[in-house]
Structures are given as structure tokens and as C-alpha cells.
């Protein structure tokens, strides 16, 4: 009970460290000698003094020590080994709390030579008998042996020197030396142990066959004797070592060979295969006669009778010449464990086995050797199942990840480019719920409303929408630290499609369509045919657009370039809006909307009092082919004054380009037409025809004589005048510059188009005219040097280049032309002498 427990196993105690106790906490462990001294446990330490630790799956931290570790207390049949934890919240250790563990167990009769074979140490420990002790001879000085475990201090066994056999040479160590080099040595009176790391330096890798005998081994076998064996099949971590120890005033010499297996594990049929040769030449060597004795087998150091085998599927094979285990992959005993391999989720099936075999034979007697394999099996990729329970009711998306093996933990999720720690993920909408099955393994289950901003909408087609949740989860293994991500799209379709709808009306001059937004139209663009319409192109035209998220509204003039004219009757014209939305992204069409109302063709034709006219011509839907730049009037070198893609606007007077006039009493008629000829034919295909009424209230014969009249004189009057000086970018003036594109930088001789326009008041009995306009070399307007480009309203005969007017027409911009004047001026730049003025 408590943060820690122990199991004694045979020769092994195990030490478990809970989750619960440890979880998400800096751990550091410790083993503590008999004088209470606690010695911090590294990797190299473990495997010198007989020590393994392990990660489960289960977040639990296992040590595993021989009853002849470094720092085991042996006394009579029973060793103790104790362990230190310190615990604590922050990397370095401050605050730390302590935990003390002890376990003691029993450890039975030694056998005259024990080999133990852990994951990270060889082990070997040999009883030897010694002469009997001269107990008058007087003893050595400490400091003449060096005694490098604490247990042999008290002791009057030591070791003195270890020699390694290798092929080339026997290399001789003295204990310190050895210690240094990583190996663990100690004696007592009745035994000599030696333990190796695999990774010593005079380990060598030994082939050792298992499959074929040599003629007459089965008859060898059968008389006890060794047979020879001709196939090299499995691998051996082999060490050849003879060990010196000095026993009062006498040397002894020991063989301490030893050999584990480092592989021999096959995978086949779902199936693992472990074969472990019984006649190893290292451990043989000098044998005439072999017996077996015991073999038995089991998980995690536990020993499995045959019916428990049986009922697990594993097979236990006592051959002639080799032990073979057979185990079915995922059976009773082992576990799964999650792997990454290139990014990619997987699982490998892990299990512990462990074989002790014991034999006899004429050099050593008894001989036990315990082999503990931990077994690990190939990569094997893994799907991760997505599945979306759509919540309509409470308007939310759950979506099911997994399941995943308890070593795998959920620990960010990448929401829209962006890291979301787990626990914050709640501030973004998600909920996040583990779910824990039966069997230890588990599934996250991700709640997230339809609303979140994370979860994309798309309108499907008629009343359906798509929610599509897309975010990725980052996921850690323990105890391995490897990282691996699982994309998760979930859609689901929702009958809650609600549709953008319009409705229209016309007022005397403009076409209104306000378009209410629906909950699918959020990204779709207003277009008109290909174009696409944005605040700065509605301006460009004098349209209004105006959205506000809820409603779109538009505007357009009766007369625009985008206004289709479908019906001409003398009563009334049918013109047409025609708007669509398209999407953002693939410009796909969505919905279209149109305001159609009737104009009356007075809104084509202004009359006015001192004889101009002004006629707008359409063109009408279906004849698409017909430019209106070329609409003549019955006299044809009369041309429109100004064109769009849909009119022609002509401006004449009454008296010109062919108009035609009846009198009577009461009125005098105008009449003329607006004709367009395909070319080389007479008969025109297009024809409106016009009429201007004026009323004639009174004719008189009136007297008159010549008189001479005073000369006309103007009498000054006071007001508000609002004028405007623009810079136009073309001739057409149709876009001046905007105050933040200035300074304009313009070439020399590069032609100006200015305007001055009379804003203030709007009153037709007034006309503009410029007296005197000037430029000068800096803001201000009464700077020198200046140049006069106009003097009383005329061009200046001093320029080069003289300055043009330009004559302005009624368009759907210009209602009242006399109120403007236009003029065209070539860049030029201030002189001084021969320098130029270059402010």
C-alpha cells in the first residue's frame, strides 16, 4: 500500500512506483547501502550493480534487483534491498519529498554456479570451497587489497584481479580497474560473482547453433555426453573471464564465463518464437556428461504451470537440443503498446518472458541459468476511427477519436493554425471528455457547437449546410516521449439553410434592390454579370451600395450602363437590375435578384425653353449587337455627344439635324429620330422617334423701331458660390485624381484636364465662366513667379502650347453643363535663367 509496493520473484525482489502517487512529478531515485549511504541510480549504475528499471504503459516506474545487487543486505537466507524516492513539482528538485521503501525476501539454496541473463546486465555467481583457515597467519593490511564493495569490507574474502580470454589476448584487470571499466565484482566466503553490462568492452558477440547434431549425437544425448552441434544460428553476448580472489594468504581462481542470448525471437503467423540453444559452448566448455534437470518458463518472473500455459496458448517445447517457447501475439500476459514510426500510429505487443533451465553436468554440477527476455514485436500501423454524432437538439458536433492504448495521452489540439493546450481548449468552444473502456484503453470524445468559429459552414444546395469541423490532435506516448498527430474532419449536413431574399422599387429616377441576408451568404460577393461590384466601382458609376451585414442595399440610376431596357412603348419603358452572388472562393453562381419597374419615356427627352434638345437612345435587351456610337439622327453627320455601352445621348437644337416641325393653334411640334443602319443598308433597324411640344399662348403683329440701347450692364449681387477645381486623369473626365494620390507627377508637355464646377446653388439661369486662372510655384496662391494660362476667359497667346477648352455635355453626371468648364493645359516647370525651379 502507499506510493510503492514490492514482489519477491526467486532470486529478485520488484519495487513498483503507483501512477497516482508520482504522476506528473520530477523523480529521482535512489539505492541505500547498509550504512544508510543512498547512492542515485543512473543507467550505468543499474547495470554494474544489478539493478533494471522500467516504464510501464500504466505510468508505473518498476525496479527490478538481484538478491546480489550492490547494496542487497544478505543475512542467513533473506536479502533486503532499499530504494529512496524524491519527489517533486519542479525540475530542480526543490521541495522535494521523500519516500523510503524496503523489501526483504527469501532467496533459497544457492546452486554451484547461477547465470542470470537481465535486459541490461550478464550475471554470474560461482560457490567455491577454500582451504581451511590459518587462523595464526597474520593478515594484510587493508590498504594491500582494495575492497571496492562495501559488503566485503567486513569480510575476509576479496577479489584480487579479474582475466578476460579473448581470442587475440587474455588482458588482466585489478578490481579498481575493472570497477572503473564498468564491471560489478564481489565475494564472500562461499561465492564469487561477476556481473557485465552488455556494453563492456571484452564482450563478444558468439553464433551458436541450435538445429543440426552430428552423427551419432541422439546416442551421445542419450549416454549423457555433449553432442556437437554443426548449424550457427543464434547470437550470444559471451564473456570468457577467469577470476582471482584471495582467501586469507591463498590466491583462487574461479571460471566465470558467462552467455546470454541477445536474440533468437522469430515472428511468424501471428505468433512469437523463442528459441534458446541448451548446449552453450562458453558455459560447456570441459563437459563430458549433461543432464537436464529442470525447464520452466513464465511472464514477468512469474512461473506458469502447463495448464496455465495451456490456457494462455503458450507452448513449452523441451527439445534435444534446444527450449523453444511459442507464444500467439496479444495472448494473456503480454501487453500493446502504442508506436510511432515516421510520424505514423501504430502498436507493438510486448511481453516479458523469462526461462530457467537447469542442468547437470561433470564439471560443475548443478548449473541454473535464468534467462529474462523482454520481447518486443515489429510495427504494426494503426487506424484511428472518426465518428460524428451530430447533436441537432443541443446544436453540437460529437465527434469520437479512437480508441487509443492507455500509453497514448491527448495533449494539444491545433485549432485554425493555432495551439491549443488541452486545458484551454474549453475557451475555444471545445469540450473534450475522455472516455475509458473496459479492457484500459480509451477514446476522446470532442463536443464542439455548430456556432464555434472554428467550424466552417457551406451552403450545400437547396435548404442544406455543411458544418465541417477540422483540427488536428497532438498526441504523446509514455514512457517513450514520441509525439504523433491525428487529423480529425467531421461534416455533418444540416436542413437549416436559410437563403438570401430581396425585394425592389423604383422611385422617379433610380432602380433600388435591398437583398436581406440569409445565415449561408456570409462570404458571397455581389456581381453584376462578371463584375465584380465593390464600393469603389458602385462610385464609379454614381451607384449606392451599402451593406451592414444584415442588408444589402444598391441604388442605381435609370440611365446606367447596367440597367437592361426590355420594353419601349409610348407610355412606358421596362428597365431592369439584375444583380447575382456568387462565392468568394470558387466565384461559382449562388442566387439571383432583380427589380424591374416602368419609366416614363419623358425621362429620355429634356425640351428645353431656348431650343436645345437632349435624347437619351436605349438599347434594348436582344440587340445586344448594336453599338450605340453608331446612332445617327435623320440628318446622320449628327452623332451622339456622349456613348455607353447601352445609350447615346444627342444634344442639338430644334432647328438642326433634320428636325421636322408642325404648327397650330395652341403648340409648335418638333419631331426627329434616332436611327441606326447596319452598313450598305438604307433601311435603319433601329428607330425612335421623338417629339419637343412648346405652347404658343399668343401671336401679334408687334411694331417695332431701332433705337439705340444703353450698353448691357451687370450689377453685382452677393451670395454663397461652392466651386471646385478637380485634375482629371483623361480627357473623358470621368475619374478625377483623389486627394491622397497627390502630388501628381507628371512629364513635361503632358496634357492637364481640369474642371471647375459651380456646386452651389443649383440654379439653371446661372453660367460659369472663367475670368482668370494662373499657376504658381508653390501653395500659395499669390507666390511668384506665376504664369497666366487664361486672361479674361481667353487663352493666353504667350504659351507655347496653348491652352484648350473642352466642351462639357449633359450625361447622367452632368445635369447642368453650364455649370462646368473644362480646359486642357501642357505640363510645364518654372525657369530661372537657364535653371530649372524644381519645387
Known amino acids: 500500500t502507499g506510493p510503492m509496493s514490492s514482489e519477491c520473484l526467486g532470486d529478485f525482489v520488484r519495487i513498483t512506483l503507483t501512477e497516482e502517487y508520482f504522476e506528473e512529478k520530477y523523480l529521482s531515485l535512489f539505492v541505500v547501502d547498509q550504512s544508510g549511504t543512498a547512492w542515485e541510480l543512473n543507467e550505468a549504475m543499474a547495470a554494474q550493480c544489478g539493478y533494471r528499471v522500467t516504464y510501464t504503459t500504466c505510468r508505473s516506474i518498476q525496479l527490478r534487483a538481484s538478491a546480489l545487487s550492490c547494496h542487497s543486505h544478505l543475512e542467513k537466507d533473506v536479502f533486503t534491498v532499499t530504494i529512496q524516492i524524491k519527489a517533486s513539482h519542479t ?7 521523500t519516500h523510503l521503501k524496503s523489501a526483504s525476501c527469501y532467496y533459497g539454496p544457492w546452486n554451484p554456479r547461477e547465470i542470470k541473463c537481465e535486459n541490461n546486465y550478464m550475471e554470474i555467481s560461482v560457490r567455491r570451497e577454500v582451504p581451511q583457515t ?10 594491500d587489497w582494495t575492497l571496492v564493495f562495501p559488503e566485503a569490507k567486513a569480510e575476509e574474502t576479496s577479489i584480487w584481479q579479474i582475466v578476460f580470454h579473448q581470442p587475440e589476448e587474455k588482458r588482466a584487470l585489478l578490481v579498481s580497474n575493472a570497477w572503473s571499466a564498468g564491471y560489478g565484482l564481489n565475494a564472500t566466503d562461499s561465492r564469487v560473482l561477476l556481473r557485465v553490462p552488455y556494453t563492456a568492452a571484452q564482450v563478444q558477440l558468439v553464433e551458436v547453433g541450435v538445429l543440426l547434431l552430428a552423427p551419432q549425437a541422439a546416442r551421445l544425448c542419450r549416454s549423457n555426453q555433449i553432442p556437437s552441434l554443426q548449424d550457427q544460428g543464434i547470437t550470444f553476448s559471451v564473456l570468457r573471464s577467469s577470476t582471482f580472489y584471495k582467501y586469507q594468504w591463498v590466491i583462487l581462481m574461479v571460471d566465470t564465463a558467462v552467455a546470454c542470448p541477445v536474440d533468437g525471437v522469430d515472428y511468424t503467423n501471428k505468433t512469437i518464437t523463442w528459441t534458446v540453444p541448451k548446449y552453450i559452448p562458453p558455459l560447456s566448455a570441459g563437459m563430458t556428461s549433461f543432464k537436464d534437470v529442470l525447464v520452466e518458463a513464465g511472464v514477468d518472473l ?17 527439445e534435444l537440443t534446444k527450449i523453444t517457447m511459442k507464444v500467439p501475439i496479444g495472448a494473456d500476459g503480454g501487453y500493446y503498446k502504442t508506436s510511432v514510426s515516421s510520424g505514423q500510429l501504430g502498436v507493438k505487443y510486448t511481453i516479458n518472458l523469462f526461462l530457467e533451465h537447469q542442468w547437470e553436468d561433470n564439471k560443475w554440477g548443478l548449473t541454473k541459468h535464468t534467462i529474462i527476455k523482454e520481447i518486443e514485436t515489429p510495427f504494426e ?11 441537432l437538439s ?12 492507455p ?7 491545433t485549432i485554425e493554425g493555432v495551439v491549443v493546450a488541452v486545458s484551454e481548449a474549453v475557451q475555444h468552444g471545445y469540450l473534450i471528455h475522455r472516455a475509458r473502456y473496459a479492457n484500459g484503453s480509451k477514446a476522446y470524445v470532442l463536443q464542439v457547437p455548430l456556432d464555434a468559429p472554428s467550424v466552417k459552414k457551406e451552403y450545400m444546395g437547396e435548404d442544406m449546410r455543411a458544418y465541417t469541423l477540422n483540427v488536428t490532435l497532438t498526441f504523446i506516448t509514455y514512457p517513450s516521449s514520441e509525439t504523433f498527430v491525428v487529423p480529425v474532419v467531421a461534416l455533418s449536413a444540416v436542413k437549416d439553410a436559410v437563403l438570401p431574399s430581396a425585394t425592389g422599387f423604383c422611385d422617379g429616377r433610380n432602380l433600388h434592390l435591398i437583398i436581406t441576408r440569409g445565415n449561408v451568404d456570409q462570404n458571397w460577393l455581389p456581381f453584376i454579370s462578371d463584375w465584380h461590384l465593390t464600393q469603389e466601382a458602385a462610385q464609379k ?18 440611365l446606367s450602363p447596367h440597367v437592361s431596357y426590355e420594353g419601349f412603348h409610348t407610355s412606358a419603358i421596362k428597365a431592369s437590375f439584375y444583380l447575382t452572388l456568387k462565392d468568394d472562393i470558387t466565384l461559382a453562381q449562388r442566387r439571383d435578384f432583380s427589380i424591374s419597374c416602368l419609366f416614363s419615356p419623358s425621362e429620355l427627352i429634356q425640351c428645353l425653353p431656348n431650343g436645345t434638345v437632349i435624347i437619351t437612345a436605349i438599347k434594348l435587351v436582344g440587340g445586344e449587337d448594336l453599338d450605340t456610337a453608331l446612332l445617327v439622327l435623320r440628318d446622320r453627320q449628327c452623332k451622339p455627344s456622349l456613348v455607353t455601352e447601352r445609350t447615346a445621348t444627342f444634344k442639338f437644337n430644334v432647328n438642326t439635324c433634320g428636325t421636322s416641325r408642325k404648327f397650330n393653334s395652341t403648340t409648335v411640334t418638333y419631331e426627329n429620330e434616332v436611327l441606326y443602319f447596319r452598313p450598305g443598308d438604307a433601311i435603319p433597324i433601329y428607330q425612335l422617334k421623338f417629339l419637343c411640344l412648346y405652347a404658343v399662348e399668343q401671336t401679334a403683329d408687334v411694331p417695332y423701331e431701332s433705337k439705340k440701347n444703353p450698353p448691357p450692364s451687370i450689377k453685382p449681387g452677393s451670395g454663397c458660390l461652392a466651386l471646385s477645381l478637380k485634375l482629371f486623369k483623361e480627357k473623358s473626365y470621368s475619374e478625377p485624381y483623389q486627394e491622397s494620390e497627390y502630388p501628381v507627377v507628371k512629364y513635361l508637355r503632358e496634357a492637364l484636364y481640369f ?8 440654379d439653371a439661369r446661372l453660367d460659369l465662366n472663367l475670368d482668370d486662372c494662373w499657376a504658381t510655384n508653390s501653395q500659395s496662391q499669390d507666390s511668384l513667379p506665376q504664369w497666366h494660362f487664361l486672361i479674361h476667359g481667353c487663352e493666353s497667346n504667350k504659351d507655347s502650347y496653348r491652352t484648350v477648352f473642352r466642351e462639357v455635355n449633359y450625361s447622367f453626371r452632368v445635369k447642368f453643363p453650364q455649370h462646368l468648364k473644362r480646359f486642357e493645359v501642357r505640363m510645364f516647370t518654372f525657369v530661372q535663367g537657364t535653371s530649372l525651379l524644381q519645387e
Open 134 to 143: 590459518i587462523k595464526d597467519f597474520v593478515q594484510d593490511e587493508p590498504e
Open 755 to 762: 474642371e471647375v464646377e459651380l456646386l452651389q446653388p443649383k
Open 381 to 391: 500501423q494503426a487506424e484511428v476511427v472518426i465518428t460524428n454524432n451530430l447533436n
Open 394 to 405: 443541443a446544436g453540437l458536433m460529437n465527434v469520437t477519436v479512437g480508441t487509443f492504448l
Open 302 to 318: 512469474h512461473k506458469l504451470s502447463a495448464k496455465e500455459m495451456a490456457s494462455r496458448k503458450y507452448v513449452l517445447l523441451n
Open 407 to 413: 500509453d497514448a495521452e491527448l495533449v494539444n489540439l
Open 91 to 97: 525540475p530542480d528538485m526543490s521541495n522535494a519529498t
Open 541 to 558: 458609376y454614381n451607384y449606392i451600395l451599402r451593406d451592414n451585414g444584415t442588408h444589402l442595399a444598391i441604388s442605381v440610376p435609370f
